[in-house]
């Protein structure tokens, strides 16, 4: 039985971040459709998910409560939208096995995630996340909770964090196990809790977001996973995109995927950390990485859809 790590993206919960609770349950029901075909299919699966417009939202209500309640640190708030979304997902996949009559756990686990304290994203953070401000309104809410606010291309300005490459996963040794016994587990949801190793050998959290791509490509090597499966919201990945002599790939090697990249077709805000993580775990023993729709899982696996990067 083959094993596949299957990385759900940021809009399978929340297209626009102002859903309400029944709109997310609706929108995590639709987004499963193409798991539940792998399930029948017989793969053993972890699951992984983005957490962008939940993870904005949190920090609005923390600007919008400052005078009320503490404010929470985005590690715990990483981890309060990896429970949250999670039980949506387990919850809509235990409900669509129920009604099948498919005998398959689901678990969800909130992940912590190994980073490097030394790396250079801490030192001069860049990852935009959360509204934008004003230049007042970000002058007063940096000096409010020592937040690192920049301009975003003219648009306004927001805050900036540390986004560190991912190295390990604490819980992998747990994960891999109920994957191989059968169990689906939803992990490393919004790339997971970042967190470092003192020298005594403990953990202690970043203030930080991971990217989910990378992790969902390390939760993958960690449990010995086969193949890695993006799903977005394109069928295929494409060179040119969205200009007039646009080219779909269908099968790409991994030499082919790198000398894309180098040329500037995956931009770093859309496809092209997919296409790092998809390089970086073949590289460390993956057989194939899979880029596809939501709606096109099973045809991709089957080889009748979606972008197959591969070693060879």
Partial sequence: MKKAVVALGGNAISHTGKENIHEQFANTRKSLEGIVELVKAGYKLAITHGNGPQVGNA????????????????????????????????????????????????????TQVIVDPNDPSIINPSKYIGPFYTKKQAETLAEMFNWVIKEDLGRGYRRVVPSPRPRRIVNRHTIGMLVDLGT???AAGGGGIPVYTENDGTYEGVDAVVDKDHASAVLAHDIDAQTLLFLTDVDYVYLNYNKPNQQ???????????????EGHFPPGNMGPKIEAAVSFLASGGQEVIITSLDKAQQAISGDAGTRIVNK
């Fill in 59 to 110: 920090l609005l209500r923390v600007e919008r409560t400052k005078n009320d309640i503490p404010a929470l640190p985005l590690g715990v708030i990483v981890a309060d939208t990896e429970g949250g979304m999670g039980y949506m997902i387990e919850q809509s996949l235990q409900n669509r096995f129920m009604n099948l009559g498919i005998k398959r756990d689901v678990i969800t686990i909130v």
């Fill in 184 to 186: 689906i587990v939803i």
């Fill in 248 to 262: 779909m790939l269908k099968t790409i090697t991994v030499v082919e995927a790198k000398r894309y990249f180098a």
